[in-house]
């Protein structure tokens, strides 16, 4: 595999960025792949998803030839962040590989919590501390750097918040437009991240739904690319890098349970194909953890298709919740979704707003963590699972804190 240099961000002193140059090897991109029907698709035209089956596609890489240099060994002396993963991410040359210093975000191992429940290998991955203060960071950063690798200069998004303050960033650092079409009611600390970033800012009655309505018709009318969750290839392999991490962290192994909010799904869907890179690639073995799915009791399609035994998520009518990224009534994914949860032997369970705002005041009570209501969502759900019984409490558990509770002040 050809090596191509890259600069990339290591350090921070006073304020100035030092930039070092390496050698990192080439993606080792073969094409976008329809998961439904199997229909291939050129990864080096701009794609969206399957018009005849309705849903996501994603990307394959050459893992027998990535495998000759993604080795544990490499990878260790590589500059921390998602690039240093290049073989199985699909941006082709180093010039477009954007950066704001997302990934590699701690995992903490929180032992107050864990003895207060009697849990002895409770952890938490906090993605509040990527730019932006979340994890979409991760899959921005992506899609926008392979837009721009394929000439894309004009970006749109429909959010319920972080994501379109993350796309404002990205666009930003790149020179490229943003479109931002956010509900009304969404988090001011996100309509302002979208403003000062010099984004353009709509705001829209009703729900991340009618936003996306609104969004794709401007984007039709004006040619603006649309970057809605799993509606093009790409956030999908930024945020499976938090499955990629998670292996390195825990010295390739994963652990027993991954307990993770679901609004779109693109984190949960990622990550379960991150698991299945790393085995074809010799990192991990065929062990997985049990993905655990959690929604508000206000706007839970997945638990809902779920307990029905349904491959398919309704449309939630009447979406509410205080946790505005799992405010998300209908899921493009749906169906990888449900199927990594099954797959996995995991399951699905919706909580109580009530309950949030509690597990929030005790994470940053317990653990000194101001996590968002989402992340905080998963601690509830680790409550209800060791009560039912379905979880061990000696099990290797790991709670997705999605973002910063600061953002919703």
Request: hydrophobic content about 45%; glycine content about 8%; overall charge neutral.
């Given at each position: 595999m050809k090596l191509r240099a890259i600069s990339v961000l290591i350090v921070k002193n006073s304020g100035c960025a030092i930039l070092q140059t390496m050698k990192l090897p080439e993606s080792s991109l073969l094409h976008l792949e329809c998961p439904e029907c199997g229909k291939p698709f050129n990864a080096d035209e701009v794609q969206t998803f399957c018009l005849d089956c309705r849903g996501p596609l994603l990307a394959r890489y050459d893992l027998s030839a990535a495998r000759t240099t993604l080795t544990r060994q490499a990878l260790s002396a590589r500059p921390k962040g998602i690039w240093r993963w290049?073989?199985?991410?699909?941006?082709?040359?180093?010039?477009?590989?954007?950066?704001?210093g997302e990934g590699d975000t701690p995992l903490l191992k929180v032992d107050n919590l864990g003895q207060a429940l009697g849990m002895s290998e409770l952890y938490i991955k906090d993605e509040s501390a990527n730019p932006t203060g979340s994890f979409k960071a991760r899959g921005l950063a992506m899609a926008v750097a392979r837009a721009l690798e394929l000439g894309l200069h004009g970006f749109v998004i429909p959010t319920a918040g972080n994501a379109g303050g993350a796309l404002a960033a990205y666009a930003?650092?790149?020179?490229?437009?943003?479109?931002?079409?956010?509900?009304?009611?969404?988090?001011?600390?996100?309509?302002?991240?979208?403003?000062?970033?010099?984004?353009?800012?709509?705001?829209?009655?009703?729900?991340?739904?009618?936003?996306?309505?609104?969004a794709g018709e401007h984007a039709k009318n004006h040619g603006w690319f649309d970057v809605s969750t799993?509606?093009?290839?790409?956030?999908?392999?930024?945020?499976?890098?938090?499955?990629?991490e998670l292996a390195e962290s825990f010295g390739w192994e994963l652990p027993d349970v991954i307990i993770y909010p679901t609004g779109g799904g693109t984190g949960l869907v990622g990550m379960w194909?991150?698991?299945?890179?790393?085995?074809?690639?010799?990192?991990?073995?065929?062990?997985?953890?049990?993905?655990?799915?959690?929604?508000?009791?206000?706007?839970?399609?997945?638990?809902?298709?779920?307990?029905?035994?349904?491959?398919?998520?309704?449309?939630?009518?009447?979406?509410?919740?205080?946790?505005?990224?799992?405010?998300?009534?209908?899921?493009?994914a749906d169906r990888l979704i449900l199927r990594a949860i099954r797959e996995s032997k995991g399951t699905a369970l919706a909580?109580?707003?009530?309950?949030?705002?509690?597990?929030?005041?005790?994470?940053?009570?317990?653990?000194?963590?101001?996590?968002?209501?989402?992340?905080?969502?998963?601690?509830?759900?680790?409550?209800?699972?060791?009560?039912?019984g379905w979880l061990g409490k000696n099990e290797r558990v790991v709670l997705f804190n999605t973002g910063s509770g600061l953002k919703y002040l």
């Open positions: 290049s073989e199985i991410l699909p941006v082709r040359a180093p010039a477009f590989r954007l950066t704001l930003a650092r790149a020179r490229a437009q943003a479109h931002v079409y956010m509900p009304k009611d969404a988090p001011i600390s996100n309509q302002m991240e979208v403003k000062i970033s010099g984004a353009e800012l709509v705001l829209v009655d009703g729900l991340i739904s009618d936003a996306a309505k609104l799993f509606k093009e290839p790409y956030r999908c392999e930024g945020k499976k890098t938090m499955g990629l194909k991150a698991f299945d890179e790393l085995e074809q690639l010799g990192l991990i073995g065929a062990g997985r953890p049990r993905m655990v799915s959690v929604q508000a009791e206000g706007c839970a399609p997945v638990v809902r298709a779920f307990n029905g035994k349904s491959d398919r998520a309704q449309f939630w009518d009447g979406a509410h919740t205080i946790a505005a990224g799992l405010r998300v009534p209908g899921a493009f909580v109580s707003d009530e309950e949030i705002l509690a597990c929030q005041k005790e994470l940053a009570v317990v653990e000194g963590l101001f996590a968002a209501p989402e992340g905080a969502a998963t601690l509830t759900a680790v409550k209800h699972l060791l009560q039912d």
